[in-house]
């Protein structure tokens, strides 16, 4: 390998890879991490595996994960089918069509914590990545399927119009990529024990900075947290959302690893945003569990009572905005838009709802706000009984 007398990239240190970080700089974010962590893993047990409005939130926060972490790469997933092949694969029930490709993006993802246990390895990753690219194709552009990437050109992150690009990081050469990943996968797993946190960030980072594979190292990248963290956690449920969060900050994200990538191998930065990356990701899902469990007991306290089709609908879409989320609040104008009925069914469904304690409301006449009797929205302040 080439090293030039300044090192432009950390893999060209002659240190390289003995990434180092300050224990005492990064402990805040951990134990911040930590407890988030905490909280969402006490919510999870408390309410046990198997319950079906868990199962439920867990389903839908994988499926945001598999459109999220496409999204970084600026690749836009079909929602249904995203959600049809993880139904497949978690509940083995059909419910539609998918593609090729986001099967394969599934089945990686579900190998990466269902199988945390088993060591990572050359082949492994290279079934991870041919199965993100089932025709041999990125777009129109065939790759390397299968293997490390193995071209002589520069593998470079490089953003721009032609003629105008400008190169955000190079890899190490494909000549390289063996002996490279031989070291990172000895790491993997054999490390020493450490705080699975700090493992991830640095796994995701040495792994990208390696940049094996001609397509695909973003996704493998983002599966080899989770298959770290499953570790920790155990089972095959997926807790957390990383490629959400890290796709809400896409640009920080980028520019966190690119830091790092060009850095001196003190990663002490990289390690404390990712641990906050990670602690909002199990905050989110807590918030997502906690929406998922008040719906379920809004449905129970209403188990006895009769709704029509259009209330249905009106009353679940209140219920997914949450507490202040129906922007302006519902009015019967709102309602008869929604269900495309008439503004005296309108008026009738609305006051048999708030007859049935369904909904509250506030002003008066043409001014009537509408909300989902739930405590704490709006007011509430008495939960209904579960029957």
Known sequence: MNTPQTPMYVWQHKDWPQWRFDPAAVQKALSSARLAQGMLLGAVHAIGFGSADLDNVLSEIWVQEAISTAAIEGQSLDLDQVRSS??????????????????GLVDMMDDAIANCDLPLDENRLCSWQA??????????????????????????????????????????DSRDVPA?????????NQAPRMDIVVKA???????????????????????????IIAQETGGDK???????????????????????????????????????????????????????????????????????????????????AGNGGFLGGLTREKYTKITGCSDATGTRDLADLLQKGALTSAGVGKGTKYFANVPGWHGNTERPQLP
């Open 86 to 103: 993880v139904m497949r694969k978690v509940a083995n029930r059909y419910i539609g069509p998918s593609s090729r490709h986001i099967d």
């Open 180 to 188: 490279e990943m031989d070291k990172f996968l000895r790491w993997f």
């Open 238 to 320: 997926r807790l957390y959302s990383m490629s959400r969060q890290m796709e809400e900050n896409r640009g920080r994200y980028y520019e966190q690893l690119n830091q790092a990538q060009k850095g001196d191998l003190d990663i002490t930065d990289w390690i404390i945003w990712f641990a906050d990356q990670f602690a909002a990701s199990c905050q989110k899902s807590l918030k997502h569990i906690d929406v998922a469990l008040e719906k379920a007991r809004y449905w129970a306290a209403h188990s006895g009572d009769e709704f029509n089709e259009r209330q249905k609908k009106v009353l679940e879409k209140l219920l997914d």
């Open 201 to 227: 960030a640095i796994a995701h980072l040495w792994f990208e900075t390696i940049h094996p594979f001609h397509d695909g190292n973003g996704r493998i990248g983002r599966a080899i947290i989770d298959s």
């Open 131 to 172: 199965a993100l690219f089932p025709t041999g194709r990125s777009g129109v552009e065939k790759i390397e399927v299968g293997r490390y990437r193995s071209f002589d050109e520069p593998m470079q992150i490089v953003s721009g119009r032609p003629g105008r690009e400008v190169v955000h990081y190079r890899a190490p």
